[in-house]
């Protein structure tokens, strides 16, 4: 098989979600941050998960039984490498942000299956009423839905009861997606939840330790502009790039 083709980064997504950030920090009262560049990073997410599978294999002990769970798509290309490294089997946890009306990467809270994580004071500052929320709603999980489908392909969701649940994704942006993916993780009986991530803002970190029992974000920055400017190489992971990786976690 040839190998998948190179796609250069879009940073389309990144600008919008630093907009979103922006008009959150708006809305709430919260001072502004400049973007900031430090020189430390990745390569890419491969590396970042090689970087990431040592932290993670320091907070569990040998009787641990843990399961990595990625957050689609970039972060299965992450947890692919952290589940391997680790000899830990490889599941998908799905969460979707809940977008604003006119900006739908602005995000009102998050969802994942049974979860629901809304940002009340953002919702009311916004004014946006009850019909749209639980329409949006409703769409999400709908595409959830169908995420889990097309990655899963019928394959039942590990079974996390009794063990340590190892959420990965490539970065923290605002954490409203973390949050609902460490939820879904507690609520399917996992003892001990964690979360692994290359990069997270300061202020997200903070906010997402009363969250997990552990949190381990490689670089965390006070002052954050997005993801993607932490890595060298940064492109978008295709639905076929994931079904790929979770049939078989060390393909190239």
């Known amino acids: 098989m040839p190998p998948p083709e190179r796609v250069e980064p879009d940073r389309r997504d990144e600008l919008l979600e630093h907009e979103a950030e922006e008009e959150i920090r708006a809305a709430t009262g919260r001072p502004a941050s400049p973007p900031e560049r430090r020189p430390h990073g990745f390569i890419d997410r491969r590396d970042a998960g090689q970087q990431l599978s040592v932290a993670v294999g320091d907070v569990l002990s040998p009787e641990d039984d843990a399961v990595v769970l990625a957050i689609p798509r970039g972060g299965v290309e992450v947890g692919a490498v952290v589940a391997a490294a680790l000899g830990a089997p490889l599941d998908v946890v799905i969460p979707r942000k809940v977008g604003a009306p006119g900006n739908p990467e602005l995000g009102l809270g ?134 790929r990786l979770l049939r078989e976690p060390g393909a190239p």
Do not use: C, N
């Open 110 to 243: 998050a969802v994942a299956e049974g979860v629901e994580v809304l940002d009340g004071s953002l919702i009311s500052a916004l004014g946006v009423d009850d019909d749209y929320l639980r329409h949006e709603v409703a769409r999400q999980m709908e595409e959830i839905r169908r995420r889990t489908e097309a990655y899963r392909g019928g394959r039942r969701a590990a079974d996390l009861h009794g063990k340590v649940a190892v959420v990965v994704d490539d970065g923290v942006a605002t954490g409203g997606t973390a949050v609902a993916a460490l939820r879904w993780a507690r609520g399917r009986g996992a003892k001990r939840v964690i979360l692994a991530v290359p990069v997270a803002p300061a202020e997200g970190v903070r906010r997402l330790r009363a969250e997990a029992d552990d949190v381990i974000a490689l670089i965390t920055p006070e002052h954050f502009f997005a993801v993607g400017q932490w890595f060298g190489d940064f492109p978008q992971v295709s639905d076929e790039r994931v079904v």
